[in-house]
């Protein structure tokens, strides 16, 4: 069975220092990855995602992320955080057996200190 | 039209009442997901609609009922809810729900519902 393990559930940065959100899969198959963005009282949106083309992927507003199969992991990182950056973020991995589509993770909270 | 539209943005309700919600997109996705998501978790997958039929209900209680009228919408319809169903409700969309690729789904800015 497929599932992801977000590390942190909350990380402070301050504003212009880089940012690294941390993603852990688990997978039985060549897994599909995604990281999406919530901000408050919003929708998600995808920023990125792996689908074996390329092991570094870049993404929307600077993000990008790193497929490493060998630590089974999918880290999210920005050179340069930004204030409107303070969102929660989630790590998910599409499944292709079972009932449910897409595994989320249990997000992580980001802050932005000015 | 990259976009997945709800209606309304707010919904306060009493437990006797009945209400709806709206989900449209354009983008000529084939498979459409309503989600439920409290606060500080992730969204909880409720039903999936694969070419305009019930695929998937994860258990959810009959006072939800989905409806999809076509392949570019979504109702949720709602009856006798509980307050513990106040949430944020998300619909999204994918392209195609038998395909293996990565098939990402685009997520609608939800619904948020306050049952009384």
């Known amino acids: 069975a497929q599932s992801v393990t977000q590390l942190d559930s909350h990380v402070s940065v301050s504003e212009g220092t880089p940012v690294l959100l941390r993603c852990n899969y688990s997978?039985?198959?060549?897994?599909?990855l995604f990281w999406y963005v919530q901000h408050p009282n919003k929708g998600l949106q995808l920023l990125l995602k792996?689908?074996?083309?390329?092991?570094l992927v870049k993404g929307i507003n600077g993000f990008e992320a790193e497929f490493k199969k060998s630590e089974t992991s999918f880290h999210l990182t920005k050179p340069s955080a930004h204030m409107s950056d303070a969102a929660e973020y989630f790590c998910?991995?599409?499944?292709?057996?079972?009932?449910?589509?897409?595994?989320f993770g249990k997000g992580t909270r980001l802050s932005v200190i000015a | 039209d990259t976009e997945v539209t709800q209606t309304p943005k707010h919904l306060v309700m009493g437990m006797t009442n009945k209400k709806s919600l709206k989900c449209e997109q354009h983008?000529?996705?084939?498979?459409m997901y309503w989600y439920k998501q409290k606060a500080k978790k992730p969204p909880e997958l409720m039903f999936v609609y694969s070419y305009e039929k019930l695929s998937i209900n994860e258990s959810v209680p009959s006072r939800f009922s989905p409806e999809c009228p076509n392949s570019s919408l979504l109702n949720l319809h709602l009856h006798a809810l509980q307050p513990e169903d106040s949430a944020l409700y998300l619909c999204?969309?994918?392209?195609?729900?038998?395909?293996?690729?990565?098939?990402?789904?685009?997520f609608g800015p939800g619904t948020r519902l306050t049952v009384l």
């Open positions: 998910v991995v599409r499944t292709y057996s079972g009932n449910t589509p897409l595994v």
């Open positions: 997978s039985s198959y060549s897994p599909s």
């Open positions: 999204a969309s994918s392209q195609d729900p038998t395909s293996l690729s990565y098939n990402e789904q685009f």
């Open positions: 792996y689908t074996s083309a390329a092991t």
């Open positions: 983008m000529g996705h084939r498979a």
